[in-house]
């Protein structure tokens, strides 16, 4: 019998894995845009439609996801998201138009959309709560080091091989992720299907009528408004602005997922001492100069450093949030209230890419497109003031 720091290990890689996979399936188009874009003959706001095709998908499954969560088990929905998810990553390879291209990313995010609340559901089954803080903040690096990995070998691939080969490694990384997790993630103890999983329309309901959650929703919408607006249009601003090779915007912008990518543990940790709203609120309140700041900026001797800074804001709030979120329902609920709470923040990952793509083709400057991501997390800040949740004590660090 496996030891329990064995089996909670391995539940956390590959739920980390299963996440990092599906970012990397979300964030292969921005890098490439650029020569998409002039292939096909795509406006900046047809560019940035499909990355909001793909956050349709996402956002139509994730509450759906998340009651299949606690009714059938994570694994069942995980192992069918991983297929959805890579062959239509994988068809993307073959976009002759761009109404095709565009359903090929929707399908490409219905796959997605319930990998979020089943991960995080299999987290809730296999960690205890004094120590969910920090997985959560480990398992949340996936969003950075997605930003990071695409942005380090997209370009490159494109570069070497065409924007289209991109889109084939991508896709291939679920359909082997589907071979390791059909092995080894193992549920412990959820009796889905019974009366102890949610089942009635009331325990939905209960869920839906949450006032925190709901506000803890729109706070987030905020947050991911900006972050993956950012990972959407940083690489084109970074190209036609600031001059940058489509291979030196990609390096610069893996400096932002990497720094995101550092920052999540180390907040995680401290999240389970330190209250989590007050964290959540000045994270998404320094977000938003620093975007005016990278989006005004047209010294390139500065560049690293900013975007740097630029990547720590833009993904501290994530983790802790996170949690705030499953402390707010009951255990078994987890998954329902998750996929709740992400549909709201992914609206703002949908909507950001294609209303930048439109700022920017009206204005024809980066900068308001910048400024208007900015205004995202600055309401989220002022929003997550207005959310209760249960305070934890310093005496924690001896509980610990």
């Known amino acids: ?46 560019a940035g439609s499909y990355m909001t095709a793909f956050y349709i998908g996402y ?31 994988l068809t993307m390879s073959t976009v002759q138009s761009f109404e095709q291209g565009f359903v090929f990313r929707l399908l490409a995010g219905l796959g997605s959309g319930a990998i ?12 205890s709560p004094k120590r969910r803080g920090v997985a959560i903040g480990f398992f949340m690096t996936t969003t950075s080091l997605g930003v ?5 070998f997209v370009p490159t691939v494109a570069a070497a091989h065409g924007w289209r ?8 990384l679920p359909i082997a992720g589907i071979v390791l997790s ?14 102890k999983s949610v089942s009635s329309m009331s325990e939905i309901l209960t869920v839906l009528k949450n006032k925190n959650l709901i506000l803890a929703g729109i706070a987030g919408f905020g947050g991911l408004w900006a972050t993956w607006g950012t990972a959407t249009w940083a690489n084109a601003y970074l190209n036609h602005s600031l001059h940058l090779s489509l291979v030196s915007a990609g390096r610069m912008m893996a400096v932002y997922g990497m720094a995101g990518l550092l920052c999540k543990p180390l907040i995680g940790f401290v999240s389970d001492y330190v209250n989590k ?12 100069p620093v975007l005016v700041w990278f989006g005004v900026n047209t010294h390139t001797g500065i560049l690293f450093t900013l975007t740097a800074v630029l990547g720590v804001t833009a993904f501290i709030y994530s983790p802790v949030m996170t949690a705030i979120i499953g402390e707010l329902v009951e255990e078994r609920l987890v ?46 800040a002022i929003v997550m003031l207005f959310v209760k949740t249960k305070a934890k004590q310093a005496k924690n660090w001896k509980a610990a």
């Open 1 to 46: 019998m496996k030891k329990p720091w064995i089996r909670q290990v391995t539940v956390v890689v590959l739920v980390w894995m299963t996440y990092m996979f599906s970012f990397v399936d979300r964030l292969s188009w921005p890098p490439v845009i650029p020569l998409a874009a002039k292939e096909m003959g795509l406006t900046a706001a047809h």
């Open 59 to 89: 956002v139509i499954t994730q509450f759906p996801g998340g009651v299949l969560t606690d009714r059938f088990g994570y694994r069942k929905v995980l192992l069918s998201s991983y297929f959805m998810m890579g062959i239509f990553t």
């Open 116 to 127: 979020f609340s089943a991960s995080l559901a299999a987290l809730f089954d296999h960690i």
């Open 148 to 152: 990071t990995v695409v942005n380090l």
């Open 165 to 172: 080969s991109a889109f084939i490694v991508a896709g291939l």
């Open 182 to 195: 059909f092995f080894f993630l193992k549920e412990s103890k959820r009796d889905h299907g019974t009366k």
């Open 277 to 288: 709203k007050t964290i959540a609120f000045w994270a998404l309140f320094l977000f938003a």
């Open 335 to 380: 998954g329902t209230a998750m996929g709740l709470v992400n549909a709201i923040w992914q609206l703002g990952s949908l909507i950001s890419p294609l209303v930048v793509g439109m700022v920017v083709d009206a204005t024809s400057s980066y900068f308001y497109g910048f400024l208007a991501l900015a205004a995202g997390p600055l309401m989220g």
